[in-house]
């Protein structure tokens, strides 16, 4: 087996109270199952992200930048908010140009009746922007805040795990492609 990827899981809200937090223990509770990845969490409401530029002279972004660097592949978390993403998100991504090409990005979506579906369609735009690969197959919650328990465990797992090991096995094969591709020819001769 080759060398496990990284995978990045980056939260989506930034809100107080925020969801977030719950997907985001059930994610990484999922991803620790699994022998072939290690993972982190990229959390913007740890990072001072003062505006959207990857040239501000900033600590926070250099922080950010550092973190997306060292990923292999991307899992992002995001709620839809007004049949959009969150602004705080946006942010994030903007922050960073380089650090996201090449590498490969899943979604895992919640909201209300769309399951932030909405929102996803529309990442797959800005990721295209960034040269990144959006996997097709994608995690999505309906009424989310129906699907969790008190203790944070999800109520009927079993449709949700099955679509999230999918879509991180299709994150698997596109990060071990890329990252091999990335040794032997350097993207930004072609970007
Ligand atoms: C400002 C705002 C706008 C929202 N807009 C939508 C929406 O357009 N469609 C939808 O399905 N849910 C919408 N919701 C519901 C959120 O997706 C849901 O509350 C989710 O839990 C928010 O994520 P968070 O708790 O991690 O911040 C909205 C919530 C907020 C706070």
Redesign the pocket.
């Given at each position: 087996m080759s060398d496990p990827i990284h995978v990045a899981v980056i939260?989506?809200?930034?809100?107080e109270?925020?969801?977030?937090?719950t997907?985001a223990a059930w994610v990484a509770g999922e991803l620790d199952k699994r022998h072939d990845l290690t993972f982190s969490l990229i959390d913007p409401a740890s990072l001072d992200l003062p505006g959207c530029h990857e040239n501000q002279a900033n600590e926070g972004i250099r922080r950010l930048r550092d973190q997306l660097d060292r990923a292999d592949a991307f899992v992002v978390?995001t709620?839809?908010?007004?049949?959009?993403f969150?602004a705080a998100l946006k942010f994030l991504i903007d922050s960073s140009y380089a650090e996201w090409q090449t590498k490969p990005v899943g979604f895992v979506s919640?909201?209300?009746?769309?399951?932030?579906l909405?929102a996803v369609e529309q990442l797959r735009q800005v990721f295209a922007e960034l040269h990144a690969v959006t996997v097709r197959d994608s995690v999505s919650f309906i009424n989310?805040?129906e699907q969790f328990a008190d203790d944070g465990s999800l109520i009927g797992p079993d449709r949700a795990v099955a679509a999230l090991q999918r879509m991180v096995s299709q994150l698997h094969w596109w990060a071990t492609a890329t990252r091999a591709a990335r040794k032997t020819a350097p993207y930004r001769e072609v970007a």
């Open positions: 939260l989506g809200s930034t809100r109270g925020r969801l977030c937090d997907l978390l709620p839809e908010y007004n049949h959009s969150p919640y909201g209300g009746i769309s399951g932030g909405r989310v805040w």
